[in-house]
């Protein structure tokens, strides 16, 4: 089975440029959640969402970001006019439910840099 | 607001050490603590511990969790270097997404 696909790994934008970053969840998990982790930092939660659904946003900076995930497809997470202090891994976690069950299953990231 | 501090940052062992993972918490309708491995890739699930007192054991690596003085430690004995990662420490509490502290950097050199 294949866990949770990010794509692209890496990515390099310059400065006022839009960054799209796509996750892929674990088949059949219908529960995703972005995390981002800036260097010496630990995961910090940025959006929960299900199908067609934002659940949780609390995380995410009011401007310029934004996140989905559609009846189909992955669930992309978008930085429009990035800006240097974006450079960072993103992090695209899958859970069957509500994480209440306690494991996450991670991708592998996806880092950007901001030129 | 919920926090989760790891300690030691850093950490440098010779491999056969013994080492201890630090993580305490302070949150608000805590449910769940867990433990993850981070090498340059995906975090990868090692623990999750719910009741205080009881140790998970997987191999070389095990983990138990005190719930009246809000902290959780992870041990590895006999250290290899693969061994070497991030490990970072993760609290559910209440409806909120997890809360993840800084993570502890191991190496363990040959």
């Known amino acids: 089975n294949a866990g949770v696909m990010q794509n692209p790994r890496h990515l390099v934008r310059r400065r006022g440029q839009e960054a799209r970053l796509r996750c892929s969840p674990v088949k059949g998990h219908s529960h995703v959640y972005w995390y981002r982790q800036l260097p010496e930092e630990g995961l910090k939660f940025m959006v929960y969402?299900?199908?067609?659904?934002?659940?949780?946003e609390s995380g995410m900076p009011k401007e310029r970001f934004s996140a989905e995930f559609p009846k189909e497809g992955p669930s992309i997470l978008r930085i429009q006019q990035v800006v240097r202090g974006d450079s960072a891994a993103y992090f695209c976690?899958?859970?069957?439910?509500?994480?209440?069950?306690?494991?996450?299953?991670f991708g592998e990231g996806s880092r950007l840099t901001v030129l | 607001e919920d926090k989760v501090v790891q300690s030691p940052l850093s950490l440098v062992v010779h491999e056969g050490d013994t080492v201890t993972l630090n993580c305490s918490y302070e949150?608000?309708?805590?449910?769940?603590l867990l433990w993850y491995k981070q090498e340059k890739k995906a975090p990868t699930f090692l623990f999750m511990l719910t009741s205080s007192g009881i140790e998970k054991k997987s191999g070389r690596l095990s983990s138990i969790l005190d719930k009246k003085e809000l902290f959780s430690i992870l041990n590895i004995t006999a250290t290899q270097t693969g061994d070497s990662a991030i490990y970072l420490c993760?609290?559910?509490?209440?409806?909120?997404?997890?809360?993840f502290g800084k993570g502890t950097r191991l190496s363990v050199i040959a």
């Open positions: 969402l299900q199908k067609e659904n934002i659940i949780d």
């Open positions: 976690a899958s859970s069957p439910v509500w994480q209440s069950t306690g494991e996450l299953f």
């Open positions: 993760a609290v559910e509490a209440g409806n909120t997404p997890l809360v």
């Open positions: 949150v608000t309708n805590f449910r769940s």
